[in-house]
């Protein structure tokens, strides 16, 4: 789905990029979300050009009769008039102001949620094939387009078109044979505007596109800016993101020139129009078949329609740009999960006792199907039992861990919990029911109360805290400047490899599921924190169904049972004394890995 979006949006010709600014029909049901703000917004909105229509009347008035000298009062009267219709559209454009602006924030605000929320729940293979920073640009550059096209540029469009239409009515009633010369000049107008609008869409889509990858690139770089510097690579990635942003001023210059030239092109024929206007009209005025006040009049409401068409010339370019970002953002909200819940998912009761089957899986990545990860995988783990999985890198270990938390759907065979097939349950219904403790610690620039909260929504502090202790995490907290409310940084750069593990530990503990997955839980300990937290995780395994990824032999010594692995196969099962006997490739691993702690390991497990 997303290869399919990415051709559709690379693809200068498709029948998308004719739409024009049909994208932004998208935002309709933002908008009538707040009805009510919309109807005000649109009434103010009429009043100001209602307001604005009434003032060439009253020129015309006080330059016919006012002039007169048949009574001067009149003129103090019509100025009097003149000057609370231009306090009545003062008001009113205030208030079309605000009203239009709290709409775009609001919509923008609840576009951004809907798109976030959306981006949390779309499957593994989406993230497979796409960069965080290219979404990230699409949350935020794109809807800021939005947002200043949608509040100011919408209102200020159909302002203008009211006004543009207003005029050109009250241009006719004055003045039919003058109107045509006016009315004339608009199809010259409107035919190179739509087209120039395209051309604009394109060019400011494509200046987007590379915004977002410069972007990506970006947040590549400097999320990993030690390595950056450590290998000396700073002119380079300068270097590259300056080319990057180069293009993409590029892109945003070619849509500017088209602007430009519309903008330009716009003004003249208009101009134009009202030179020639103003010549046949003072003609009229010497052979008096027009009055003075009925040529400033019909000058008055020529200079309106144009202004309003030449400023709806500038704000279609804006839209223009602004339906490109509607567009992209579009491509992500019609992406569909390809991991989901069924329309009617079963419930999962007894998970506690729950036996986890894995019956004939196999899975390859997506785009590599020629390359099974898994190959007709057949295991049963029974409730409360640990399970270690051992192998080289590759075999498939954690893609089992993957399909277990349904990350992934096997291509052939099927997972089940409690009898359940995984496919039949709500994927959070599953996921609700495990803890994950990752090879890499995923820890967030937030408080170490809120990494570890992040386990379980709503727990307390004393709660965090009896989690952080159990995972042996609470010492060296409480030694940090804040205690439990330290930032600890993004990514958790202010902690070592050991204190970020042992947060993701006391998350999982907290969480207290009844499957539980370590995914080489310790292997970013020093000695003495393994030996503490070893401990915590034996506490934690009790009475739980639990499946282990690791090399090291306190973890594969105690397990129930040994899963050797190997080019996404189960090639051994037993325990470690069966295994070494068995003189396989467990007994290899084993030799090349523990070398010395599997020396003392045997000295340990033999008998008197």
């Given at each position: 789905m997303w290869n399919d979006t990415v051709a559709r949006r690379q693809t200068p010709d498709n029948t998308q990029t004719r739409k024009s600014l049909k994208p932004l029909a998208r935002l309709l049901p933002y908008l009538k979300r707040y009805r009510t703000m919309t109807f005000m917004a649109l009434t103010a909105l009429v009043a100001a050009a209602v307001f604005t229509l009434i003032l060439p009347t009253a020129v015309r008035r006080m330059i016919d009769q006012g002039f007169s000298g048949d009574n001067p009062g009149l003129i103090n009267s019509y100025f009097g008039m003149l000057l609370g219709v231009v306090a009545a559209l003062a008001a009113a454009s205030a208030i079309r102001y605000f009203l239009v602006m709290w709409i775009g924030e609001r919509v923008v605000a609840d576009l951004r949620a809907d798109v976030f929320s959306h981006l949390t729940r779309l499957s593994a293979s989406f993230y497979d094939k796409s960069r965080s920073g290219e979404i990230l640009s699409r949350l935020t550059a794109d809807t800021t387009q939005i947002k200043s096209a949608f509040g100011a540029s919408a209102s200020q469009a159909m302002r203008n078109l009211v006004m543009c239409i207003g005029s050109s009515v009250m241009m006719v009633i004055t003045s039919p044979h003058l109107s045509v010369i006016v009315l004339a000049a608009i199809p010259v107008i409107l035919v190179p505007l739509v087209g120039f609008g395209r051309k604009v869409r394109k060019r400011s889509r494509a200046a987007q596109d590379t915004?977002?990858?410069?972007?990506?690139?970006?947040?590549?770089?400097?999320?990993?800016?030690?390595?950056?510097?450590?290998?000396?690579?700073?002119?380079?990635?300068?270097?590259?993101?300056?080319?990057?942003?180069?293009?993409?001023?590029?892109?945003?210059?070619?849509?500017?020139?088209?602007?430009?030239?519309?903008?330009?092109?716009?003004?003249?024929?208009?101009?134009?129009?009202?030179?020639?206007v103003l010549w046949i009209g003072a003609n009229s005025v010497l052979a008096g078949t027009m009055t003075g006040g009925e040529l400033s009049q019909f000058l008055l409401y020529s200079i309106l329609a144009a202004g309003s068409l030449a400023t709806l010339s500038e704000i279609w370019g804006e839209l223009s740009s602004a339906a490109g970002a509607a567009e992209r953002l579009a491509e992500l909200l019609e992406i569909t999960p390809e991991i989901d819940a069924p329309a009617q998912p079963r419930p999962l009761p007894g998970a506690h006792n729950a036996p986890i089957e894995f019956q004939s899986a196999s899975f390859s990545y997506q785009g590599a199907a020629d390359r099974p990860v898994l190959k007709n995988v057949s295991l049963t783990i029974k409730p409360g039992e640990t399970v270690a999985l051992v192998g080289p890198s590759g075999a498939g270990k954690s893609t089992l861990f993957h399909l277990l938390t349904r990350f992934y759907d096997p291509v052939d065979g099927a997972v089940t919990f409690n009898g359940i097939n995984l496919k039949d349950l709500d994927p959070q219904d599953l996921r609700h029911n495990i803890a994950l403790v990752p090879q890499d610690a995923a820890i967030f620039a937030e408080t170490i109360a809120e990494?570890?909260?992040?386990?379980?929504?709503?727990?307390?502090?004393?709660?965090?805290?009896?989690?952080?202790?159990?995972?042996?995490?609470?010492?060296?907290?409480?030694?940090?400047?804040?205690?439990?409310?330290?930032?600890?940084?993004?990514?958790?750069?202010?902690?070592?490899?050991?204190?970020?593990?042992?947060?993701?530990?006391?998350?999982?503990?907290?969480?207290?599921?009844?499957?539980?997955?370590?995914?080489?839980?310790?292997?970013?300990?020093?000695?003495?924190?393994?030996?503490?937290?070893?401990?915590?995780?034996?506490?934690?395994?009790?009475?739980?169904?639990?499946?282990?990824?690791?090399?090291?032999?306190?973890?594969?010594?105690?397990?129930?049972?040994?899963?050797?692995?190997?080019?996404?196969?189960?090639?051994?099962?037993?325990?470690?004394r069966d295994l070494v006997a068995a003189n396989g490739l467990y007994a290899k691993l084993a030799r090349l890995q523990f070398d010395t702690a599997h020396a003392e390991a045997e000295k340990a497990v033999a008998p008197a």
């Open positions: 915004l977002a990858d410069s972007a990506a690139y970006a947040g590549e770089m400097l999320s990993s800016v030690r390595i950056l510097q450590a290998f000396t690579q700073e002119e380079t990635a300068s270097a590259r993101f300056a080319a990057a942003a180069n293009t993409a001023f590029h892109a945003a210059r070619t849509a500017t020139l088209a602007r430009a030239f519309l903008t330009g092109f716009a003004i003249f024929i208009i101009g134009a129009s009202i030179v020639a990494n570890i909260g992040f386990g379980r929504v709503g727990a307390s502090r004393q709660e965090i805290e009896s989690a952080a202790k159990a995972a042996s995490a609470h010492d060296f907290i409480m030694a940090l400047p804040e205690g439990y409310d330290t930032m600890v940084g993004e990514r958790g750069v202010t902690l070592s490899g050991g204190q970020k593990q042992r947060l993701t530990i006391a998350r999982a503990i907290l969480r207290d599921a009844p499957v539980l997955l370590l995914d080489e839980a310790t292997s970013a300990l020093d000695a003495e924190s393994e030996h503490l937290v070893q401990g915590a995780l034996d506490r934690l395994m009790q009475g739980r169904t639990t499946l282990v990824i690791a090399h090291r032999l306190a973890t594969v010594l105690k397990a129930d049972r040994i899963i050797v692995m190997d080019a996404g196969q189960i090639v051994e099962t037993g325990t470690h």
